[in-house]
């Protein structure tokens, strides 16, 4: 007698790195992504927020730090982190492994915004004066500027996020593929310090920090057997 059922955990098809989800995969993303978008905005808004009224400056930077020179092209790299949150249900390919990976970035930004107020920082680098490219470049640089705000720095949270997704599609990925999702994060870390976004320590942070989540939060509830039969 034939049976048509869906792949299982650790059947050949599930253990592809890549493939299309189905609906419901794609309706938990949608559903976690909105989750996570505005739990973000409300840690990262408000802790911003209660800096900007504080004056104390807790210096993080490296004397040396101030001779890094900036590379405006280094934000094309650094904008490659809402790739990696795109590829999220084509590469992991279940509702519970997604939610799993949500709750794993929602754990990272409470503790970063712990981490904000408890070391209230903001950049140190000489002001560029001018911009050399006025096309897609500047405009992909004032942009991400908006979206960094001005005080959150330690830990990265765009490092920590980066690399909890590389950490997390690399349990799914060949050793040539982790190697190139490493290779990934590297450049992503590289690229907050080249555009001048943040300082050594903040990105060296946010990569403990992202590893940390990966393997507290994300590892346990991905492999979970607990909860309703639409997780699975």
Known sequence: ????????????????????????????????????????????????????RRTLRVPIHFEAELQIPFVPLAVWVYMTMYALFLMAPFVLRSPRRLMALGTTHAAIVLVAGVGFLLVPAELVYPQTIGFPDRGATDTLYRFADWLNLDYNLLPSLHVALSVSCVAVYGRRAKPTGRVLLGGWAITVALSTIFTHFHHVLDAVSGVALGVAGARVVYGPMAASQAGPQWLR
């Open 1 to 52: 007698m034939l049976r048509s059922s869906s792949p299982s955990a650790g059947s050949p098809i599930d253990d592809r790195f890549w493939g299309w989800p189905d609906r419901r995969t794609l309706r938990t993303f949608a559903w976690v992504g909105l989750a996570g978008a505005c739990w973000f905005a409300l840690i990262y808004g408000g802790t911003d927020f209660v800096t900007s």
